[in-house]
């Protein structure tokens, strides 16, 4: 599907968000990065959006959510851990190659730089992100890792030195 990005709203969630952007990162996951992982690993992600306790940190501003939306659909979202980690990033198959990820990823950039203080975003990219985290500038820390039946790679990406962002 080809997205008009003028009318995407890149943006902080509200707390009524959460429950469509966990509903997203569950489909999008199924559908692109399950079949890269064990039962354990899909076992353990489901259980990583469907939690309470996570819902109750964003609830209570200790887990950050970040929504793109255009006309009440949710087209992508981000969730950052302690500021700096990217613990979630999807964006709804049908709209990948419209620059949605780009967007959040600039975003929450722009936002843990200003707003927050942070100079490196970390993220631990799932196999089938890691072509696109690198042409966002992330670097690997170390190669491809499993733990709990999830594998990916540790990355950072340094945003004082990444000055298109800005």
């Not at 959040?104 to 730089?113: E, S």
Request: hydrophobic share 40%; aromatic share 14%.
């Amino acid at each position: 599907m080809q997205v008009d990005t003028s009318k995407v709203i890149v943006r902080c969630a509200y707390n009524s968000d959460w429950d469509g952007a966990m509903k997203l990162a569950w489909n999008t996951f199924a559908r692109f990065d399950a079949p890269d992982y064990s039962r354990e690993g899909i076992d353990n992600f489901r259980n990583f959006v469907t939690d309470e306790t996570l819902h109750q940190m964003f609830l209570a501003g200790h887990y950050q959510l970040f929504v793109a939306v255009m006309d009440g659909k949710y087209l992508g979202m981000l969730s950052l851990r302690e500021k700096k980690h990217i613990s979630l990033l999807f964006v709804d198959g049908e709209c990948h190659g419209n620059g949605i990820g780009t967007a959040l990823i600039k975003f929450v950039a722009r936002y843990a730089a200003t707003e927050e203080g942070i100079n490196t975003l970390t993220v631990n990219s799932s196999p089938f992100a890691v072509e696109f985290y690198h042409s966002m500038g992330f670097t690997d820390i170390r190669g491809e890792t499993e733990a709990d039946g999830i594998r990916f790679t540790p990355m950072e990406l340094r945003i004082n030195d990444y000055g298109k962002i800005f």
